[in-house]
């Protein structure tokens, strides 16, 4: 129970939508269950978790490409916006996360908002610590140019 905000903030990371990714969570919790003979004791319950969504994300993902059919809708809005000016720039930085390519969006969430570390990252990502380090470096910098911030080189 008390990894589902850390599931559900990894989830945006692939959905727009909080109902999809509220449905992503669901069915990672799901599986998870119905694995839970595969989760090995002693070894971080989280990352294992991270894992299975990723990759449920990513069979579904292969899944629609394979159907196509019809055209996706697109969630409208997620409510009414505060009039604060945090409230707006709460909503540029989460728009520009959600444009950067899924690998450098993946990496972000994971490293930079959830504190997992390089290691676990690269194992949940199926790639090298050094892939997650040049991602997540990737992201920083995409990020502060979408939201017209100066780099320092």
């Not at 992503?24 to 839970?36: F, G, M, R, S, Y």
């Not at 019809?70 to 409208?76: M, N």
């Not at 690998?103 to 994971?110: C, G, P, T």
Request: overall charge positive; glycine content about 6%.
């Amino acid at each position: 129970m008390e990894l589902i905000p850390a599931l559900r903030a990894f989830a945006r990371t692939f959905c727009r939508s909080r109902s999809d990714a509220d449905d992503l969570v669901q069915e990672t919790l799901a599986k998870a269950i119905a694995n839970l003979h595969r989760f090995e004791p002693g070894t971080n319950l989280k990352s294992w978790l991270f894992t299975i969504m990723r990759n449920t994300f990513l069979s579904g993902v292969a899944k629609s490409r394979r159907e196509m059919t019809g055209i996706e809708v697109r969630e409208a809005g997620s409510g009414p916006h505060a009039p604060q000016e945090w409230s707006a720039q709460v909503h540029e930085v989460r728009a520009a996360i959600s444009r950067l390519p899924q690998a450098q969006r993946e990496v972000l969430v994971l490293v930079g908002m959830l504190g997992v570390s390089y290691g676990e990252a690269a194992r949940i990502c199926d790639c090298a610590v050094g892939t997650v380090k040049s991602r997540l470096s990737r992201a920083r910098v995409a990020l502060l140019v979408e939201l017209g911030e100066e780099t320092q080189s």
